[in-house]
């Protein structure tokens, strides 16, 4: 049986009257057609039942409508809810994304880099800390960061300080005699360290006891369980009988002390009150919900598929990218109150 005849650009320029240069223009620029143009070749593609052919176009124009996305981990949640909300915007700009996991690895980042350039990307989102913003910046595509050193290259964050901030008025707010933040040790150039100094700022304004304890966490479960225990032993010995707020730098984090608390008393104690960072799913899941500051994920998504977009569109009609400013977005994080320190609804 012979095949279907596959239909070019000939074909369509023949069928509708128009030059094949008009019909390359609609599908590489169409806005450079005027609309009854652009309806005459769309009402045709269906009439003759055209199947774009991707390889082809990419050949002719290299432009593979893929942008190359990096992420550190899953580990964290926080990244593969980020990642979903990445890849949801495909109906809304029609770019597809090629994707590598990290792993804390530099050279393995670099040479995912270079399988992405290989492939064409017109664009990046990096959420890895690993490859400073300087470096990035040299591959000269459009690049934009989410929760990273940003220095040298467009990005959005949550407003990290903010979230540290809100997070101390709320345990402060019910009456904790010490308030504690436990986190990995940070550049202070990373959005996430004004966590910490947020965290500062609203105990010293407010005359709380407070300690800030850094520790080696966010590598494993079972290595964080182990700091963890570590901790609540310290606290109860240095703390003891106090009522102890702790505000812990990750939902992660705070879902394995959460667990930890479990384990050792059959509850929550109720002298311990937990707030976690990210309101990602590990939050809302817990055994006991979990209080959190939200990043409004869905959000910091949408703004860097949109900042890097625009950077292509603007490549795309010759407007370098060189000597132009980077865009720093930053997000409002949202407070979330829930049993961890409002305590038990009526539901419970």
Excluded: W
Excluded at 237 to 252: A, M, P, V, W
Aim: aromatic share 8%; with cysteine; net charge negative.
């Amino acid at each position: 049986m012979e095949g279907k005849k596959k239909i070019t650009f000939d074909d369509i320029a023949r069928y509708t009257n128009f030059s094949k240069t008009t019909i390359s223009r609609y599908f590489n620029n169409p806005d450079t057609l005027a609309p009854e143009s652009q309806r005459i070749i769309s009402e045709a593609l269906v009439k003759l039942d055209y199947k774009e052919n991707k390889v082809a176009r990419i050949l002719a124009n290299g432009q593979t409508e893929f942008i190359g996305i990096i992420v550190p981990e899953f580990y964290h949640r926080f990244f593969s809810e980020v990642l979903n909300q990445i890849l949801s915007t495909y109906e809304t700009y029609g770019y597809k994304f090629l994707v590598f996991v990290g792993n804390r690895n530099e050279e393995s980042e670099r040479r995912y880099i270079q399988e992405l350039l290989s492939y064409q990307i017109e664009g990046m989102i990096v959420l890895s800390h690993t490859i400073s913003s300087e470096e990035l910046s040299r591959l000269q595509i459009p690049i934009v960061t989410i929760e990273r050193e940003d220095e040298h290259v467009c990005s959005v964050n949550t407003d990290n300080y903010t979230g540290g901030y809100r997070a101390a008025a709320l345990l402060a707010e019910h009456g904790c005699d010490v308030l504690i933040h436990i986190n990995s040790p940070t550049d202070p150039h990373i959005p996430a360290y004004g966590r910490i100094t947020g965290f500062q700022d609203c105990c010293r304004e407010r005359g709380v006891m407070h300690e800030v304890m850094f520790r080696a966490v966010d590598r494993s479960h079972e290595g964080d369980l182990a700091i963890l225990r570590e901790i609540v032993g310290t606290l109860e010995q240095t703390y003891g009988g106090k009522k102890k707020g702790i505000f812990l730098s990750n939902d992660t984090l705070a879902s394995t002390l959460l667990n930890l608390l479990f384990r050792k008393y059959g509850k929550l104690p109720e002298d311990y009150l937990i707030v976690g960072f990210d309101n990602s799913p590990a939050s809302r899941e817990a055994i006991v919900p979990i209080s959190t500051v939200g990043q409004q994920v869905d959000r910091l998504a949408a703004e860097a598929v949109r900042l890097v977009v625009e950077q292509i569109d603007a490549r795309k009609k010759g407007r370098p990218m060189r000597g132009r400013k980077p865009v720093h977005l930053v997000i409002d994080p949202v407070l979330i109150r829930r049993e961890s320190t409002e305590g038990c609804s009526a539901e419970c």
